[in-house]
């Protein structure tokens, strides 16, 4: 006789197994009929709770149909956030005030660091590029504020980071559009991003702070500007 389980119950067990280290990366997960006897479930509150597990990105499908067990990752969750928020009015100015909170304090934490030299290669990157009269690329931006959070150090603003990089990515790509319509826009974003990576190289406290507060009222500008 199947129990009464929920399709919440099945998941959370096998979040469990995933977390505990039952079930590694990689590993091929047993057919529907030995999972649903194990549970003792039906299979198709079963695959009820497959799917969810996919959704979250927990576990994927390979050819033939074959369910293996994924590296966790955030963005599955942050798509259907940025998804479901980009039409709020509110989007743009919630955010930026959501990636100063977190970022004064990253850069703060950066600080105390020894070796900065990825995020400076990042912002002769950035020069080069203008330089030759190429805008700031996105992933370039992107991977400049992400390396401010794994200088932190610190876990939980390194994992917030990674779950708001899709709605990152949503406003980065909004903007650029206008960055790209004024080179002006294009070096003053340059000269910020080296200040703020020049100020964390100095473990210049303060200065990092100014540095990232105005380039996020820079942004914030911009993202007013008709």
């Given at each position: 006789?199947?129990?009464t389980?929920?399709?919440?119950?099945?998941?959370?067990?096998?979040?469990?197994?995933?977390?505990?280290?039952?079930?590694?990366?990689?590993d091929?997960?047993?057919?529907?009929?030995?999972?649903?006897?194990?549970f003792?479930?039906?299979?198709?509150?079963?695959?009820?709770?497959?799917?969810?597990?996919?959704?979250?990105?927990?576990?994927?499908?390979?050819?033939?149909?074959?369910?293996?067990?994924?590296?966790?990752?955030?963005?599955?969750?942050?798509?259907?956030?940025?998804?479901?928020?980009?039409?709020?009015?509110?989007?743009?100015?919630?955010?930026?005030?959501?990636?100063?909170?977190?970022?004064?304090?990253?850069?703060?934490?950066?600080?105390?660091?020894?070796?900065?030299?990825?995020?400076?290669?990042?912002?002769?990157?950035?020069?080069?590029?203008?330089?030759?009269?190429?805008?700031?690329?996105?992933?370039?931006?992107?991977?400049?504020?992400?390396?401010?959070?794994?200088?932190?150090?610190?876990?939980?603003?390194?994992?917030?980071?990674?779950?708001?990089?899709?709605?990152?990515?949503?406003?980065?790509?909004?903007?650029?559009?206008?960055?790209?319509?004024?080179?002006?826009?294009?070096?003053?974003?340059?000269?910020?991003?080296?200040?703020?990576?020049?100020?964390?190289?100095?473990?210049?406290?303060?200065?990092?702070?100014?540095?990232?507060?105005?380039?996020?009222?820079?942004?914030?500008?911009?993202?007013?500007?008709?």
């Amino acid at each position: 006789m199947k129990t009464t389980k929920t399709s919440d119950e099945i998941i959370d067990i096998m979040i469990r197994k995933i977390a505990e280290g039952s079930w590694n990366e990689g590993d091929l997960l047993p057919g529907e009929r030995l999972l649903s006897e194990e549970f003792n479930v039906s299979r198709a509150l079963l695959r009820e709770a497959l799917i969810a597990l996919q959704l979250l990105g927990l576990i994927k499908v390979r050819h033939g149909g074959k369910r293996v067990v994924s590296s966790f990752s955030y963005r599955p969750i942050s798509t259907l956030m940025a998804l479901s928020l980009q039409n709020n009015p509110k989007f743009d100015p919630d955010l930026l005030h959501f990636r100063e909170t977190l970022e004064i304090d990253a850069v703060t934490l950066a600080c105390q660091q020894d070796d900065v030299s990825a995020l400076l290669k990042i912002t002769d990157q950035m020069l080069a590029d203008h330089q030759k009269g190429e805008p700031i690329a996105m992933a370039l931006d992107i991977a400049f504020h992400q390396e401010i959070f794994r200088l932190s150090h610190n876990i939980f603003l390194i994992k917030t980071s990674e779950l708001i990089e899709e709605l990152l990515k949503h406003s980065v790509s909004y903007n650029r559009n206008k960055i790209l319509s004024n080179r002006d826009y294009g070096l003053t974003l340059v000269k910020q991003h080296q200040a703020i990576a020049q100020a964390i190289k100095r473990k210049d406290v303060q200065a990092s702070v100014a540095a990232i507060k105005a380039h996020l009222q820079t942004v914030n500008t911009i993202e007013e500007t008709p």
